[in-house]
T-cell receptor, first 118, second 108 residues
Framework: DVKVTQSSRYLVKRTGEKVFLECVQDMDHENMFWYRQDPGLGLRLIYFSYDVKMKEKGDIPEGYSVSREKKERFSLILESASTNQTSMYLC?????????????????FGPGTRLTVL | GIQVEQSPPDLILQEGANSTLRCNFSDSVNNLQWFHQNPWGQLINLFYIPSGTKQNGRLSATTVATERYSLLYISSSQTTDSGVYFCAVEGGYNKLIFGAGTRLAVHP
């Protein structure tokens, strides 16, 4: 089974702090994703990565950055946390459709991190 | 971009009842997934079903890609089926576009 883990289930930070959210997958997936989920807005893509050191902006990248130094690990960074970044953050991974065909489109999610910024 | 609409937004069932959840999407897609989000926030993969029909126990799903809709059937519902059900489609370079979800409550 695919396993995607996230470093924390719950996190409380103060405005202005630098925050790191870590995600690790154990299935050698090429693609990794960060989403945030908010009531009434659903899940929205922040950033994704299709290879080590490669990243692409999603729909709402402002206020975030990412790092992928190893294939299995994808970090989301809040450079200076703000209260409007209080949310549920979900990491996902998938194979690459370019390599694996249609099976590469299926994404697998971690348990999520509920971040509160005070 | 692709639009994904789910219906109904809310559903209340008595344990043992059957239900059908619908997902409409606005363009052809390579990927369609159904997820169940449990009360702790975990998104659990139910089906990867860009076309055709699949069954897994009491759950089954059908996607009619040419008509741009998918249906999720839940039979003999149980209280553990409660939560939010999401449909998501691929919106370009593997990005998933999620619907707003159907919130299901199953009462004993």
């Amino acid at each position: 089974d695919v396993k995607v883990t996230q470093s924390s289930r719950y996190l409380v930070k103060r405005t202005g702090e630098k925050v790191f959210l870590e995600c690790v997958q154990d299935m050698d997936h090429e693609n990794m994703f960060w989403y945030r989920q908010d009531p009434g807005l659903g899940l929205r893509l922040i950033y994704f990565s299709y290879d080590v050191k490669m990243k692409e902006k999603g729909d709402i990248p402002e206020g975030y950055s990412v790092s992928r130094e190893k294939k299995e690990r994808f970090s989301l960074i809040l450079e200076s946390a703000s209260t409007n970044q209080t949310s549920m953050y979900l990491c996902a991974s998938s194979l690459s459709p370019q390599i694996s065909g249609f099976r590469g489109y299926e994404q697998f999610f971690g348990p999520g991190t509920r971040l509160t910024v005070l | 971009g692709i639009q994904v609409e789910q219906s109904p937004p809310d559903l209340i069932l008595q344990e043992g009842a059957n239900s059908t959840l619908r997902c409409n999407f606005s363009d052809s897609v390579n990927n369609l997934q159904w997820f169940h989000q449990n009360p702790w926030g975990q998104l659990i993969n139910l089906f990867y079903i860009p076309s055709g029909t699949k069954q897994n126990g009491r759950l089954s799903a059908t996607t009619v890609a040419t008509e741009r809709y998918s249906l999720l059937y839940i039979s003999s519902s149980q209280t553990t089926d409660s939560g939010v059900y999401f449909c998501a489609v691929e919106g370009g370079y593997n990005k998933l576009i999620f619907g707003a979800g159907t919130r299901l409550a199953v009462h004993p």
